[in-house]
């Protein structure tokens, strides 16, 4: 059976860890759709935000972490932020 929960929130690319769904959208926003509890949650600990060029960006799980990069243009030049 579907969990129409889960599939409410669900946007662009996804990573599982620890048995959280993560998932960002253009917009630098990343939510967490946990599946023990079958709710989405707000991703802590981005004070700053994200850039908002984040279509292009991979996930990967850093020791039980959350890593996100992306590429972008700086003054000409690429610059690869981890």
Sequence with gaps: MADRNRDNGWQGKAYVINGVLFC?????????????????????????????????????NLEGKLMVVWESKNRGGKEIKI
């Design 24 to 60: 960002y959208d253009c917009l630098g926003n990343i939510t967490g759709y946990d599946v023990n509890e079958r709710t989405w949650k707000e991703l802590k600990g981005l004070e700053k935000g994200l850039s908002t060029f984040l279509c292009g960006a991979t996930m990967a």
